[in-house]
């Protein structure tokens, strides 16, 4: 047994001597360091003055280059401060003053183990920060540079000779133990949230500069992203706390949800017009004559928490039922579906039906009408498609049934018999008696009889149906047939369950289009209103299902979604292209409300007018006049648009889109005076210099293209390439002297041009921290980080935009929500007002050329809002000094 363990003991004698040998080492290392630690200790505590540690008045912050910066003691003199560099120095380095209740302690030392980032772009470390990357200066003694070892740099080299990196790598571990021991007496090392006061004023926690009052840091899916604070701002306790003055009424609602929804549109008792996009119901009472301008006011009832998906007009007129999808909040908790009924003269919620027993959303739903609306219908989206009937003054469920796992596309009461309902969807048209009309809670049952077709060929799908007067019923198929269901008495060899006391059979069959019948309509005089698909076409049909007269829908409109009645002869015709048509079957009909089909991202405003211009995934460029309310004109782009901004003059606008091509057209003509390609990838960001002479042009081949532009804007050609981010460009934004940007990447990345001198990269991001901005759409940045909420994964945030009165900024988030915030922003958490109405993520927002309104895209629910900017200077000019006053207690954001 000896002889087999032998060669096993071989092994383990050598690795226990191999690491016995690398203890010894180790400890030989701690030894020198800890020497070089205590004689760096020594000679910083010898170089610093006692009126130094105990800390001086700090003079004024200024533009002046030579003066220094806030938070260092201005010991030394201008010409011994480094403005371009950000190096380390061995030892000879001039002590900061000592943070109070460290007397006697270490100095803070220029370079430490806290931001081994530094030397990079202001965004994150690594290699993804484009060329070396100098920061803040120290107060140093002209010596050679040193970079760093472990953060690499592009076209950086050494510049120490051999014999030198010993002893600068143990100054390097000097200075970086020194930052551990002063963190080690700090509050951040007990949790606490305020950070040690400082001659510079308070700063992040993080940073050693931060303590300093040069920089702030924040974190993006771990990556730090340092941000340099302005000479002007001494400590960010004098910051703006608190949300701001201004507040948002929401002005107008452009778009209408025709594309994927049924059950759209109707006329209220008090004329006004109701619809639905995202989560608002829009009550629209339009202006002008039949056939005539749009124009008109908007009323909006914005209690839904996600997207509303069908209405029911209660017979008085007054009341609403509107029923909304099933979503998620911004911390992944789900939102039920659930039925408002509400008031449309007061817009005050009168009941919630449903909280909790609907799965997914709520499909169709419908008021009786023989006992004056007393009752409320409703299919929700499960798979079972769940048929429930409610007491609508008390919420109360009566009785509840699965339908079909076919989808349900319409519900209704039989107006002279409350206990009769209809359904019909896909494949099937079904007759439910109800026994509990009554009103009895639970005490209700439903009973249904499938319609049967006969020697009728059965359609695919039955979007549609309405009550004759003589209690018939018409349904519109997808073959473009018009159905007459006809009462008879039951049978009991009629297939089917239940025991209704009567049944419908087809009695006659009229073919009406060519394509899907969408919408069906009685009107007042007793003929019925059909809808074509494919077509586009409105048919009138008089008793036995004669045609009377008919009218085609333009084809850049769609077809016919849904149908209204409104005074005298005037319709109103809902389409698939998301607009709202009113007129006439004689004279024909124009669009009062408009909107994209698709996803929205591009948006801009005008320079000097309110108009702004959008476009999205509709292919779709699109100039929207902001005071009529109205769309101006649209263009087909045949491609994807991503982007768009006017030249200052307004005369002409740029529009990029996703295949890297990207135009200039005249305002006025939509003439295309220029098209341009740079790549072949999408493109993120358009955006004119503020004097016009420059259009840069950001790209996701992670590059910026520069071109020289006429006066008039219809001429441009290439004047550089911005090269050195590592990302996808995301936003850009131009100086107010047209010579520099500033631009943000998809990794995060922080960076400023020189595009005057040659597009060339500043790799001195602090020299730009005092550089004047003539737009703030950039969304990461030392004004605006406070808008990143806590825990962000760094694409919460969409857009970002500055007011030209440089008093508040606008958000759009991810999470359905626009809100506004202090400008500027630069304390964590800071609090907002925060509006609600979009049902998708926020795109983009845009103030127009006054501040007097706010533009918001929504994303996939393709609308369009225009907000009202209420508050300071909100409602007119702002006034030459903002008045704010700082709240003592930040809460976190209003909803409004």
Not at 307 to 316: E, I, S, W
Not at 353 to 378: K, M, N, P, Y
Request: hydrophobic residues 35%; neutral net charge.
């Amino acid at each position: 047994m000896d002889g087999a363990e032998g060669p096993e003991e071989g092994p383990a004698q050598e690795a226990l001597q191999s690491l016995s040998q690398r203890l010894r080492v180790q400890e030989k290392e701690m030894e020198l360091v800890k020497a070089a630690l205590a004689e760096a200790l020594r000679l910083l505590r010898l170089r610093g003055s006692p009126t130094s540690l105990q800390g001086s008045d700090v003079p004024a912050p200024g533009r002046d280059s030579s003066a220094a910066p806030p938070g260092l003691p201005p010991t030394c003199s201008p010409t011994l401060v480094s403005r371009g560099t950000q190096t380390e120095t061995p030892v000879e380095m001039e002590p900061s003053p000592a943070p109070p209740g460290l007397s006697n302690g270490p100095p803070l030392l220029q370079r430490g183990g806290e931001e081994p980032t530094g030397p990079q772009s202001e965004g994150v470390g690594g290699g993804s920060s484009g060329a070396g990357s100098p920061g803040p200066p120290g107060v140093l003694r002209p010596v050679q540079p040193l970079q760093h070892a472990d953060t690499p740099r592009r076209n950086s080299s050494s510049s120490s000779s051999p014999s030198e990196r010993p002893r600068q790598k143990l100054s390097r571990k000097a200075a970086s133990s020194a930052n551990l021991l002063l963190r080690s007496g700090s509050t951040e090392s007990r949790g606490s949230k305020d950070p040690l006061p400082s001659p510079g004023g308070p700063g992040s926690r993080r940073s050693n500069y931060n303590l300093e009052g040069i920089s702030v840091k924040m974190f993006l899916r771990g990556r730090p992203i340092t941000m340099y604070i302005p000479s002007g701002i001494r400590s960010l306790e004098e910051l703006p706390s608190g949300p701001p003055p201004e507040t948002l009424s929401l002005d107008w609602v452009y778009g209408y949800r025709g594309r994927d929804s049924r059950s759209n549109l109707f006329v209220l008792r008090s004329g006004e017009v109701v619809y639905f996009i995202a989560c608002v119901v829009v009550l629209y009472r339009p202006g002008g004559g039949p056939g005539g301008p749009g124009g008109g006011s908007q009323r909006h009832y914005r209690e839904h928490t996600d997207c509303v998906r069908c209405l029911a007009v209660h017979p008085d007129g007054v009341r609403v039922a509107s029923g909304q999808t099933a979503g998620v909040d911004k911390d992944g908790k789900p939102l039920q579906p659930v039925v408002h009924v509400w008031n449309s003269e007061t817009l005050k919620k009168l009941q919630e039906i449903g909280l909790g027993a609907f799965e997914r959303g709520v499909g169709a739903l419908a008021f009786s009408a023989a006992d004056q609306g007393a009752f409320l219908c409703v299919v929700d989206d499960s798979n079972e498609h769940m048929l429930s009937v409610w007491d609508c003054s008390r919420g109360i469920k009566l009785a509840e049934i699965k339908s079909t796992n076919d989808s349900v596309l319409a519900v209704g009461f039989s107006p002279r018999d409350s206990s009769c309902i209809v359904t019909s969807g896909k494949s099937h048209v079904h007759f439910w008696n109800w026994s509990g009309a009554a009103g009895a809670p639970g005490n209700g049952t439903l009973a249904r009889k499938q319609g049967v077709f006969g020697k009728y060929k059965k359609p695919k799908f039955i979007p549609c149906f309405v009550f004759l007067p003589d209690g018939d019923i018409l349904t519109g198929d997808s073959e473009g047939n018009i159905l007459t269901w006809g009462r008879s008495l039951s049978d009991s060899k009629t297939p089917g369950r239940g025991g209704a006391k009567e049944t419908y059979g087809i009695v006659a069959q009229a073919h009406a289009h060519e394509g899907s019948i969408f919408a069906l309509c009685l009107r007042r005089d007793g003929t019925v209103l059909s809808g074509g698909g494919r077509d586009r076409r409105l048919v009138q049909w008089g008793p036995g299902l004669v045609a009377l007269q008919e009218a085609e829908i333009p084809e850049h409109f769609g077809a016919v979604r849904a149908i209204a009645e409104g005074p005298g002869s005037e319709l109103l015709v809902g389409t698939t292209k998301n607009a709202l048509l009113r007129g006439d079957l004689a004279q024909g009909f124009s669009p009062v409300i408009q909107g994209h089909t698709d996803e929205l991202w591009g948006l801009c405003t005008h320079p000097f007018q309110n108009r702004f211009l959008t476009c999205g995934h509709d292919r779709q460029l699109c100039l929207w006049d902001g005071e009529g309310h109205a769309l101006a004109w649209s263009i087909d782009l045949k491609e994807i648009g991503f982007c768009a901004d006017f030249h200052p003059s307004g005369a002409v606008m740029a529009v990029g889109l996703s295949t890297g091509r990207w135009l200039v057209l005249d305002t006025e003509t939509r003439e295309i005076v220029s098209d341009v390609t740079d790549g072949n990838e999408q493109l993120s960001v358009v955006r004119y210099s503020p004097d016009g002479l420059y259009l840069a042009i950001g790209s996701h081949d992670n590059m910026i293209y520069i071109y020289s532009v006429s006066s008039d804007g219809a001429k441009s050609s290439r004047f550089g390439r911005c090269v050195g981010h590592s990302s996808f460009i995301t936003h850009l934004d131009w100086s107010k002297d047209g010579n520099f940007i500033m631009s943000n990447s998809g990794d995060y990345e922080i960076l400023y041009w020189d595009v005057a001198g040659g597009c060339k990269l500043l790799r001195n991001r602090y020299e730009s921290r005092d550089r004047e901005w003539a737009t703030y759409t950039c969304v990461l940045g030392f004004h605006v980080y406070g808008v990143w909420p806590d825990g962000s994964d760094g694409t919460d945030i969409n857009s970002l935009c500055r007011s030209h009165n440089e008093r508040v900024v606008a958000v759009a988030d991810d999470f359905c929500k626009v809100h506004l915030f202090q400008y500027p922003c630069a304390r964590a958490k800071a609090p907002s007002r925060m509006f609600g109405g979009h049902g998708s993520h926020v795109t983009s927002v845009r103030f127009t050329h006054d501040d007097w309104f706010l533009i918001s895209l929504g994303g996939k629910d393709a609308s369009i809002f225009q907000w009202r900017v209420l508050g300071a200077g909100g409602a007119g000019p702002a006034p030459a000094t903002p008045s704010r006053t700082p709240s003592l207690s930040p809460a976190s954001s209003l909803d409004v």
